[in-house]
T-cell receptor, first 112, second 115 residues
Framework: SQQGEEDPQALSIQEGENATMNCSYKTSINNLQWYRQNSGRGLVHLILIRSNEREKHSGRLRVTLDTSKKSSSLLITASRAADTASYFCATVAFYGNNRLAFGKGNQVVVIP | EPEVTQTPSHQVTQMGQEVILRCVPISNHLYFYWYRQILGQKVEFLVSFYNNEISEKSEIFDDQFSVERPDGSNFTLKIRSTKLEDSAMYFC?????????????FGQGTRLTVV
């Protein structure tokens, strides 16, 4: 079944550096969404990119989508200690259903 | 800012007992969802609810699970006879349109521990 799948990463970076994480999926999608989860907390929606979009920005976030490669990347620029969290991509299938299919998540640690 | 609220934040229950997890979605949203996350694993879809009925459910959502919108604000998930493997974080979410159209807003979750 179609689902988001992040490259399994645990990033540890210095404050001010950029963090990049990737996500791949298997089937046609309507859109792809990125979420953040702080330890033991809920999921916070970051950005949604539709299948006909290639790039989207929101503040310090930049998301790209390559439907030919079935992959997406999330870039966090000028990272801050508060960006320390797990980041998940989730896809919505092109046909029919409304469920979000989540990947395994990337743990990002930003060192002050 | 509107948010999805869930209660309780943590529930411990004996195996075989019934539990009800409660959620108050964002007031103008029309679509409601339950997801769960077993410790260390992916977030998994359970069920979506629209227009007072289930619109979609996953293979996880078997006869032991049910959802209800008993009034204009609450959205509940009931597990009739809990099993050890039901231990997980359960997230409620809501969206203005279906997930295909807009982003889903998640609650803080209920950590269910079955002993």
């Amino acid at each position: 079944s179609q689902q988001g799948e992040e490259d399994p990463q645990a990033l540890s970076i210095q404050e001010g550096e950029n963090a990049t994480m990737n996500c791949s999926y298997k089937t046609s999608i309507n859109n792809l969404q990125w979420y953040r989860q702080n330890s033991g907390r809920g999921l916070v929606h970051l950005i949604l990119i539709r299948s006909n979009e290639r790039e989207k920005h929101s503040g310090r976030l930049r998301v790209t989508l390559d439907t030919s490669k079935k992959s997406s990347s999330l870039l966090i620029t000028a990272s801050r200690a508060a960006d320390t969290a797990s980041y998940f991509c989730a896809t919505v299938a092109f046909y029919g259903n409304n469920r979000l299919a989540f990947g395994k998540g990337n743990q990002v640690v930003v060192i002050p | 800012e509107p948010e999805v609220t869930q209660t309780p934040s943590h529930q411990v229950t004996q195996m075989g007992q019934e539990v009800i997890l409660r959620c108050v979605p964002i007031s103008n949203h029309l679509y409601f969802y339950w997801y769960r996350q077993i410790l260390g694993q992916k977030v998994e879809f359970l069920v979506s609810f629209y227009n007072n009925e289930i619109s979609e459910k996953s293979e996880i959502f078997d006869d032991q699970f049910s959802v209800e919108r008993p009034d204009g604000s609450n959205f509940t998930l009931k597990i009739r006879s809990t099993k050890l493997e039901d231990s997980a974080m359960y997230f409620c979410a809501s969206s203005e349109n279906g997930a295909a159209g807009t982003e889903a807003f998640f609650g803080q979750g209920t950590r269910l521990t079955v002993v």
